[in-house]
């Protein structure tokens, strides 16, 4: 999801979102850490500490190529759901996560950041690797590292030369995760039903507000739960079964993730906000690889059709007794 895109969720009324937006968005980035935790659905990318801003990542352009958007695609994404289903159910499941343990979750991400100011606006991305401890109350602690930025067009680096060239990203975040409004809320996904029927029902509730994109929001939320946040087999088989009911799922066979792997993807169409969605799965065992975002025709920026804005991929995830003392000193040393 781009930062332009939690600042429509944060402020709505603020359509288009102007300068004074950005600022309050800024503002609101850390109690968004808490506030998620009100809700049912913790968007993990944003995790940001409330000692520090977000860094927020970037992407490559890219084009593929789906097929279809309903009928023999749909279907063909559902089986490819339902088969992840009965893997997951049948995997051996992650040590349980105790209180004062930290579920372990290790990534690279890069995710479009559009900055908006008085005279127009530019989009950057930034790729970063990504490390983050996750204990059951939702603190914990983040150690993430960028790479190089670079821009989708020259019309974004024209902008961003006019605007002083101000920086594009954190090198590295480096601090804990703090949960100051509700200290004792468990992770969200510790509470998910194991039957279907039931998580269907709840996720249908908790998008019903989000109108006529509830779909792409429940697929949002399958994603959301599946990040670097603890599930049951039992759990993780119930929101593959719920995501392959979802109306408009559409397969992407034979494609990779941003590590370079093999994948399938399963992806449904935002309309709302001109973007396709996309997880990513191995061929072979159906566990999920990663994720992508790329814009549809007629989006905010005027981007192709097809142009990548966001992708993770998934590379290790272990319950843990501690935050490696060489990470800690690292913070209190910068």
């Known amino acids: ?119 127009g ?41 006019a605007a002083g060239r101000p920086q594009l990203g954190a090198d590295v975040m480096n601090a804990p995760l703090q949960n100051t409004d509700a200290p004792t809320a468990p992770m969200a996904s510790l509470d998910l039903p194991s039957d279907p029927d039931a998580l269907y029902a709840r996720l249908q509730h908790d998008a019903g507000r989000y109108g006529s994109r509830m779909y792409a929001e429940m697929f949002t939320m399958i994603g959301d739960s599946l990040r670097e946040n603890y599930t049951t087999p039992a759990q993780r088989a119930a929101l593959f079964e719920v995501a392959a009911r979802l109306p408009g799922i559409t397969l992407i ?32 065992s159906q566990a999920l690889l990663g994720e992508e975002d790329s814009f549809l025709a007629g989006n905010f920026r005027d981007y192709p059709a097809g142009t990548l804005i966001g992708r993770a991929a998934y590379l290790e995830q272990a319950v843990v007794d501690s935050v490696p003392a060489g990470v800690v000193k690292g913070a209190a040393k910068g």
């Open 253 to 284: 066979p034979a494609t990779t993730d941003a590590a370079g792997r093999r994948a399938d993807g399963v992806a449904i169409d935002d309309l709302q906000n001109r973007e396709r969605l996309t997880l990513l799965f191995d061929p072979e």
């Open 121 to 161: 606006s530019y989009a950057v991305m930034v790729p970063y690797v990504r490390e983050i401890w996750l204990r059951r109350d939702g603190t914990g602690w983040v150690h993430q590292t960028s790479a190089t930025p670079f821009f989708l067009d020259q019309h974004d680096r024209q902008a961003w030369v």
């Open 1 to 119: 999801m781009s930062e332009l895109i939690l600042v429509r969720e944060l402020f709505p009324d603020s359509l288009p979102p102007d300068a004074a937006a950005r600022e309050r968005v800024r503002a609101a980035f850390s109690a968004q850490t808490t506030a998620r935790r009100r809700q049912a659905w913790p968007r993990a990318r944003w995790f940001v500490p409330a000692v520090g801003a977000a860094a927020v990542a970037g992407v490559a352009t890219a084009v593929f190529l789906a097929i279809g958007t309903g009928g023999a695609g749909t279907a063909s994404a559902a089986r490819l759901l339902r088969q992840a289903a009965v893997t997951a159910r049948a995997q051996r499941s992650l040590a349980t996560l105790e209180p004062g343990q930290y579920l372990y979750t290790k990534s690279t991400s890069e995710y479009l950041n559009t900055v908006v100011l008085k005279s």
